[in-house]
Nanobody, 125 residues
Framework: QVQLQESGPGLVKPSQTLSLTCTVS??????????WSWIRQPPGKGLEWMGA???????GYSPSLKSRTSISRDTSKNQFTLQLSSVTPEDTAVYYC?????????????????WGQGTQVTVSS
């Protein structure tokens, strides 16, 4: 059973960089041919795919967030990390990590088989 757990600060100040880590257990992030995504849901809105890192370390990002987003990984810890720079209150959301999708886009909800529980991030001074 694959499990994912998000961790990181729940409150970030405007203009700062948001950093979240997803720790994966029960499966390796380097296993062919899985992708590992970051997805968020702002209050009252739908899910928004932010980007993904593939089993081989390649990455892809949402065009609307690409200039501010970076996803990396630590294979020794079986973790992958999201960094979102220059945050504003519009980045307030529940952030999820999940297994699925691709580095080219969302792919649809059915493409994701394991999710973290989500972590609330609020951007406020």
């Amino acid at each position: 059973q694959v499990q994912l757990q998000e961790s990181g600060p729940g409150l970030v100040k405007p203009s700062q960089t948001l950093s979240l880590t997803c720790t994966v257990s029960g499966g390796s992030i380097t296993t062919n041919y899985y992708y590992w995504s970051w997805i968020r849901q702002p209050p009252g809105k739908g899910l928004e795919w932010m980007g993904a890192i593939a089993y081989d370390g390649s990455t892809g990002y949402s065009p609307s967030l690409k200039s501010r987003t970076s996803i990396s990984r630590d294979t020794s810890k079986n973790q992958f990390t999201l960094q979102l720079s220059s945050v504003t209150p519009e980045d307030t959301a529940v952030y999820y990590c999940a297994r699925g999708g691709t580095t080219t886009g969302w792919g649809g909800l059915k493409e994701y088989d394991y999710w973290g529980q989500g972590t609330q991030v609020t951007v406020s001074s």
